[in-house]
């Protein structure tokens, strides 16, 4: 099925919405565009919204850790946001809800830093 991913910037976050399957075949191209679209300027936080996300396994979580970790060590955030059932597993299993703060939706996650959707 492969992944695609939406980037939308509101405000000064970058929104991105996975669409489809992250494994070890689409991993290696989700990190490198999110690493270009991190560097658009004006930038501070980051939802990541995965209510489309249908299949992950560790290459997708080890993606997502891995931009977290470099978000954090920018003294910027990472918001996920609105998961689907077997990727709340996952993210329940591996204890990533220990280390990055989740939101039940997108708008929510937004608004958590300031962004008001009319």
């Known amino acids: 099925m492969g992944l695609t991913v939406d980037y939308e910037l509101k405000e000064t976050i970058l929104l991105a919405r996975l669409n489809g399957e992250l494994d070890h075949h689409t991993a290696s191209d989700l990190k490198e ?7 658009q300027p004006g930038i501070k936080h980051m939802v ?4 489309s996300l249908s299949f992950m396994d560790s290459s997708g979580l080890g993606v997502i850790l891995g931009r ?7 003294g910027r955030e990472m918001v996920v946001c609105s998961l689907t059932p077997a990727v709340d597993r996952l993210f329940q299993l591996s204890g ?3 280390i990055i703060r989740f939101e039940e939706n997108e708008r929510y996650a937004l608004e958590t830093f300031g962004v008001v959707l009319s």
């Open 33 to 39: 565009s999110w690493q270009l679209a991190l560097q």
């Open 48 to 51: 990541l919204n995965l209510e």
């Open 68 to 74: 977290y970790k470099e978000l954090k060590a920018e």
């Open 96 to 98: 990533l809800f220990k």
